[in-house]
């Protein structure tokens, strides 16, 4: 139903910034909630940030204050701003949407094949 597409991924140095991308096809009429989860080797799976349609944004403790989600409805598009990068956000970055309303977003719908951010110290 819905194809998403992540890109921007790298390598960065600790405090370094990176900016991720992700572009969603096929039905996009039917998205609610646009995410970015992440997944670091031996750690499970977690929701990193999240913005709805009507534009409630949420973001995992752990990165509140450096990271900020967008999204562009015009270009079905999501994005991660990631700002004084820290070794600890080393992890594979989905791009997640959700054509739901629900309470917690720690589950979506559709999943992007990932894109590795590595931040070494």
């Known amino acids: 139903q819905v194809q998403l597409v992540e890109s921007g991924g790298g390598l960065v140095q600790a405090g370094g910034s990176l900016r991720l991308s992700c572009v969603a096809s096929g039905s996009t009429y039917v998205i609610n909630a646009m995410g970015w989860h992440r997944q670091a080797l031996g750690k499970q799976r977690e929701l990193v940030a999240v913005?709805?349609?009507?534009?409630?944004?949420n973001y995992a403790d752990s990165v509140k204050g450096r990271f900020t989600i967008s999204r562009d409805d015009a270009r079905n598009s999501v994005y991660l701003q990631m700002n004084n990068l820290k070794p600890e956000d080393t992890a594979i970055y989905y791009c997640t949407a959700d054509p739901n309303w629900r309470r917690d977003y720690n589950d979506m719908d559709w999943w992007g094949k990932g894109t590795l951010v590595t931040v070494s110290s």
């Open positions: 913005i709805t349609g009507g534009g409630t944004i």
